[in-house]
T-cell receptor, first 116, second 111 residues
Framework: GAVVSQHPSWVICKSGTSVKIECRSL??????MFWYRQFPKQSLMLMAT?????????EQGVEKDKFLINHASLTLSTLTVTSAHPEDSSFYIC????????????FGPGTRLLVL | GENVEQHPSTLSVQEGDSAVIKCTYS??????FPWYKQELGKGPQLIID?????GEKKDQRIAVTLNKTAKHFSLHITETQPEDSAVYFC??????????FGKGTRLSVIA
């Protein structure tokens, strides 16, 4: 299947700093990518839909100024956690649908964020 | 909106036995139903999917069945192996809307 990568795989940062997470579709183009957050032993919670060339669509309760999303190209979306706080510590996962395979959605390996 | 219920939340089976995980969905317009396997510390991996124009799909030891009338779909794993131990998520969507996930099933295969 198609490959989606994320970088970094894990990051530790101090409270108040910003952290950028990259999501790339390696062998296909994605006009849309999705960002999820997952707490331990829980399901994936959709945070926002990243749209190439336009603004992201955020789910209810997700602060757009806190979680900045930029879909810079057809293969790259970035999520920036601004002014991070310990409660932002989580597992962040991106996904992208591959239109050549009927919109099958492939997930990245995830980024574990720990805010001290 | 769509709501996906998944059962059981945990499942333990002996190696070699079969495992069945069931999901129900609420939106009759949903037309795509994937299953993902997630190992600890990793992203979800697509293992099989089914679209609404098909009732059953099989890939080696894994099969998925879909009952559109009852709005439920199931994952069947036969001849389970220890490496099948993971958390499994079902999901549903229609058109270009985002996937809606079930809460997951933690499968343990006991050697």
């Amino acid at each position: 299947g198609a490959v989606v990568s994320q970088h970094p795989s894990w990051v530790i940062c101090k409270s108040g700093t910003s952290v950028k997470i990259e999501c790339r579709s390696l062998d296909f183009q994605a006009t849309t990518m999705f960002w999820y957050r997952q707490f331990p032993k829980q399901s994936l919670m959709l945070m926002a839909t990243s749209n190439e060339g336009s603004k992201a669509t955020y789910e209810q309760g997700v602060e757009k100024d806190k979680f900045l999303i930029n879909h810079a190209s057809l293969t790259l979306s970035t999520l920036t956690v601004t002014s991070a706080h310990p409660e932002d510590s989580s597992f962040y996962i991106c996904s992208a649908p591959d239109s050549s395979s009927g919109e099958t959605q492939y997930f990245g390996p995830g980024t574990r964020l720990l805010v001290l | 909106g769509e709501n996906v219920e998944q059962h059981p939340s945990t499942l333990s089976v002996q190696e070699g036995d079969s495992a069945v995980i069931k999901c129900t969905y609420s939106d009759s317009a949903s037309n795509y139903f994937p299953w993902y396997k997630q190992e600890l510390g990793k992203g979800p991996q697509l293992i099989i999917d089914i679209r609404s124009n098909v009732g059953e799909k099989k890939d080696q030891r894994i099969a998925v069945t879909l009952n559109k009338t009852a709005k439920h779909f199931s994952l069947h794993i036969t001849e389970t192996q220890p490496e099948d131990s993971a958390v499994y998520f079902c999901a549903a969507k229609k058109g270009n809307t985002p996937l809606v996930f079930g809460k997951g099933t933690r499968l343990s295969v006991i050697a």
